[in-house]
């Protein structure tokens, strides 16, 4: 399986026409998934951390469009990246209840976290993120905190 490397992912990113506040936020979500695999991988984990940094940097992708997960993963597919397609349509917050699309593999947990860790291009705690979501939205995201939480316990952080 073929995963881009760094400079690939933000020069798709930038073919792809994805804005530069979209970029940005994909590249503090890298920082935050690079980190937590790095402590995995401390632990003893065994973690494919290039496909963790391609799929954080290319998570959203299709962020501008309105079904930007499934249209994202679509995408990746489209390119022949199918491990980043998958860990890009698990990262959502939607449909948690649908086995087929929650966070499995330990890499789309770490992509799915690192997500919900930062607002625009700041790093937060989740509490502030889905804070941040339930002003935005107007919605309850109560379940969708506890799943993340839930993820943070399952990673040891």
């Known amino acids: 399986m073929e995963i881009p490397s760094k400079e690939q992912c933000i020069e798709i990113l930038s073919r792809n026409n994805t804005p530069e506040h979209i970029i940005e936020h994909c590249k503090i979500v890298c920082k935050v998934a690079e980190d937590v695999a790095d402590k995995l991988i401390n632990r003893g984990m065994k973690i494919n951390k290039e496909l963790v940094i391609a799929a954080s940097l290319l998570h959203d992708i299709e962020r501008i469009k309105d079904n930007h997960v499934t249209e994202g993963a679509k995408l990746l597919k489209s390119m022949g990246f199918l491990e980043i397609s998958e860990a890009i349509r698990k990262h959502s917050l939607y449909k948690l209840d649908e086995k087929e699309i929650r966070s499995e593999t330990t890499e789309e947990k770490i992509v799915f976290y690192a997500d919900k860790r930062v607002v625009d291009d ?13 002003k935005r939205y107007k919605k309850n995201f109560t379940k969708e905190l506890e799943f993340s939480k839930k993820i943070e316990e399952e990673l040891g952080l």
């Open 122 to 134: 700041r790093i937060t705690s989740l509490e502030e993120r889905f804070e941040d979501l339930t």
